[in-house]
T-cell receptor, first 112, second 113 residues
Framework: NAGVTQTPKFQVLKTGQSMTLQCAQD?????MSWYRQDPGMGLRLIHY???????DQGEVPNGYNVSRSTTEDFPLRLLSAAPSQTSVYFC???????????FGQGTRLTVV | GESVGLHLPTLSVQEGDNSIINCAYS??????FIWYKQESGKGPQFIID?????DKRQGQRVTVLLNKTVKHLSLQIAATQPGDSAVYFC????????????FGTGTRLQVTL
């Protein structure tokens, strides 16, 4: 049982490049979210989805796009990478509202 | 490598002692709370949760206490072990906000032998 799988684990981008962080879950969870974690700031919500075809913005959405075409996958796209997007990114899923969320292992992104 | 900052509050506890990690939450409308454990280089791992209609909930070696009057949450770990060394986060959720979690900044627990 894989749970929440994120790829890649590490990535270095140049300023202005675009890329997609992948997230997949095999638990048939409806709710999926993306967070970023910066030193001393805990995790902050970027975007979330309550089901296939439905997405919404979180606390820090600027510079990121998401889509949810299937229940399993929730990719996060960086349109034009900036050094301020250097962070560790976590994807999470849960089967419902107000229940525990399961997190992936994270993607460490560095933008130079 | 480190996945969180170097300036987190740190709690040092001797192996075998009890640990108490505190968290103040900000939103009085929050009605669901979770404690997560994060080891270096890994994602947050669920420990225990509590809903606002409860004051206390116990798990295996862990207890969460909720004081809604002062908006305070605590995590108690009994007989702390070296494997408990990690960063601990509390997270809050407001009913009807689609599982959106707001995280605290975390506390680093160091277990000394």
């Amino acid at each position: 049982n894989a749970g929440v799988t994120q790829t890649p684990k590490f990535q270095v981008l140049k300023t202005g490049q675009s890329m997609t962080l992948q997230c997949a879950q095999d638990m048939n969870h409806e709710y999926m979210s993306w967070y970023r974690q910066d030193p001393g700031m805990g995790l902050r919500l970027i975007h979330y989805s309550v089901g296939a075809g439905i997405t919404d913005q979180g606390e820090v959405p600027n510079g990121y796009n998401v889509s949810r075409s299937t229940t399993e996958d929730f990719p996060l796209r960086l349109l034009s990478a900036a050094p301020s997007q250097t962070s560790v990114y976590f994807c999470a899923s849960s089967y419902s509202d107000r229940v525990k969320a399961f997190f992936g292992q994270g993607t460490r992104l560095t933008v130079v | 490598g480190e996945s969180v900052g170097l300036h987190l509050p740190t709690l040092s506890v001797q192996e075998g002692d009890n640990s108490i990690i505190n968290c103040a939450y900000s939103n009085s409308a929050s009605d669901y709370f979770i404690w997560y454990k994060q080891e270096s280089g890994k994602g947050p791992q669920f420990i225990i949760d509590i809903r606002s209609n409860m004051d206390k909930r116990q798990g295996q070696r862990v207890t969460v206490l909720l004081n809604k009057t002062v908006k305070h949450l605590s995590l108690q770990i009994a007989a702390t072990q070296p494997g408990d060394s990690a960063v601990y986060f509390c997270a809050e959720n407001i009913a009807g906000t689609a599982s959106k979690l707001t995280f605290g900044t975390g506390t680093r627990l160091q277990v000394t032998l």
